[in-house]
Nanobody
Framework: QVQLVESGGGLVQAGDSLRLSCAAS????????MGWFRQAPGKEREFAAA????????DYTDSVKDRFTISRDNAKNMVFLQMNSLKPEDTAVYYC????????????????????WGQGAQVTVSS
């Protein structure tokens, strides 16, 4: 499995942009579909975005489509979440996640099949 460390969280105003980064350890990183989840105060953790092991396909929850972009750099073992037009309701702890199995599909990780979690990065959007 891979180990994950997020960075890039912070406090921003509504309408601003922020980019989260996730550094992964392990030589097999490029075999894992990766995702970003988020947990708002008092709510359950929810799926936000995912990208296949090759980077060829992505998936987003409806509330972030057209505002967030997930990407990866397999040469650097990194996954990114570019967040634009941020809203107060995007306030949450954001977690990087790796699929439980190699070469997994987007729908499985979106449904919570997770092998590794990062420690989380706080994103706060003020109105």
């Amino acid at each position: 499995q891979v180990q994950l460390v997020e960075s890039g969280g912070g406090l921003v105003q509504a309408g601003d942009s922020l980019r989260l980064s996730c550094a992964a350890s392990g030589r097999t990183f490029n075999k894992y579909t990766m995702g970003w989840f988020r947990q708002a105060p008092g709510k359950e953790r929810e799926f936000a975005a995912a990208i296949t092991w090759s980077g060829a396909s992505t998936d987003y929850t409806d509330s972030v489509k057209d505002r967030f972009t997930i990407s990866r750099d397999n040469a650097k073992n990194m996954v990114f979440l570019q967040m634009n037009s941020l809203k107060p309701e995007d306030t949450a702890v954001y977690y990087c996640a790796a699929d439980l199995v190699v070469y997994g599909s987007l729908d499985k990780i979106a449904r919570g099949r997770i092998g590794s979690w990062g420690q989380g990065a706080q994103v706060t959007v003020s109105s």
